[in-house]
């Protein structure tokens, strides 16, 4: 594992997403979405199978959304928004490089 990095897991379209430690700890501030702390695992399994849907103002921004019957309060799915970037090696060879921004959790019907 890639120093920083808490997981990595693949989408349904074989592509590498991370997650880093830092944004772990902005997702489950206190100020921010905490409630996340104990849905990491759901995490994962949106980004692995959720439905990926491209942002409309940001071609590099995805949403994934998956439902689950157990997230706190009423809501009923995880969403996870991921960038989709690319970085250059020593060999300057391109290539992606896809980590989670943010997570939480909403109420769709």
Request: charged content about 30%.
């Amino acid at each position: 594992m890639i120093a920083g990095r808490r997981w990595t897991v693949r989408d349904r379209g074989g592509r590498e997403i991370y997650l880093t430690e830092e944004r772990w700890k902005h997702i489950t501030d206190p100020h921010n979405h905490p409630e996340m702390a104990a849905y990491e695992e759901q995490l994962r399994e949106t980004i692995r199978n959720g439905i990926r849907q491209q942002d409309s103002l940001n071609p590099l921004k995805y949403r994934y959304v998956k439902a689950f019957d157990d997230l706190t309060e009423n809501n009923t799915h995880v969403v996870a928004i991921v960038l989709f970037r690319f970085s250059v090696d020593e060999a300057n060879t391109v290539i992606p490089n896809n980590y989670l921004v943010t997570a939480y959790q909403k109420a769709i019907r």
